[in-house]
């Protein structure tokens, strides 16, 4: 045809998604070094001088201990110069029943009684007696203990229900 324009079929363009479909993907930009990290296994000489400084620790340790026990394990076993003790549970037999301060005390070493009712004595390491009237000072006997205690009851009597319990 001559003259005349003639259609010249156009190419359909394709749509944007499905160009990227079969477009190859843009290249990626490098990756960026990562900071670094730790292992999992620490150097050789890192071991070594941490398996060293614990040797010499627990050489030491032991070299300290040993050191300081020698002298108790050296000596012998105590000789006690001391009487034997008495009868009752390692306490003297001391037996006593006087009126003191208007008050009547009997009793012995294991137990005291201040008119008819009991006072709780408590034998220490060192011998000494302490009472639940006065337990901040010790007294070298029973009979002391039992006269501190009147004295510091005054006209009040001992409770029959004991001592409280902390």
């Known amino acids: 045809m001559a003259g005349g324009t003639k259609l010249e ?3 359909v363009a394709a749509r944007p998604a499905e160009s990227l479909a079969l477009a190859p993907p843009p290249p990626s930009p490098p990756p960026k070094p ?10 050789r000489s890192s071991r ?3 398996f060293f400084l614990r040797a010499a620790f ?12 020698t002298p108790i394990f ?3 076993p105590r000789k006690s110069d001391a009487p034997a003790p008495g009868p ?3 306490m003297p037999d001391e037996r006593f029943d006087e009126m003191y301060g208007g008050r ?3 009793g012995t070493a294991s137990g005291v009684r201040i ?3 009991p006072l709780h004595l408590m034998r220490r390491a060192d011998g000494t007696y302490v009472s639940v009237v006065n337990h901040f000072e010790s007294f070298p006997t029973a009979l002391a203990t039992a006269r501190a205690a009147v004295d510091d009851l005054g006209g009040t009597q001992l409770s029959l229900a004991g001592p409280a319990l902390h």
Do not use: E, M, N
Not at 34 to 43: E, H, I, L, M, N
Not at 58 to 69: D, E, M, N, S
């Open 9 to 11: 079929p156009r190419p």
């Open 48 to 50: 070594t001088r941490r």
């Open 74 to 76: 050296r000596a012998g």
């Open 58 to 69: 627990a050489f030491g340790a032991i070299g300290g201990t040993a050191a300081a026990l």
């Open 115 to 117: 008119d008819g009712r």
């Open 34 to 43: 990562s900071p670094p990290t730790r292992s999992a296994q620490p150097p």
């Open 104 to 106: 009547r005390i009997q």
């Open 88 to 90: 009752v549970d390692g």
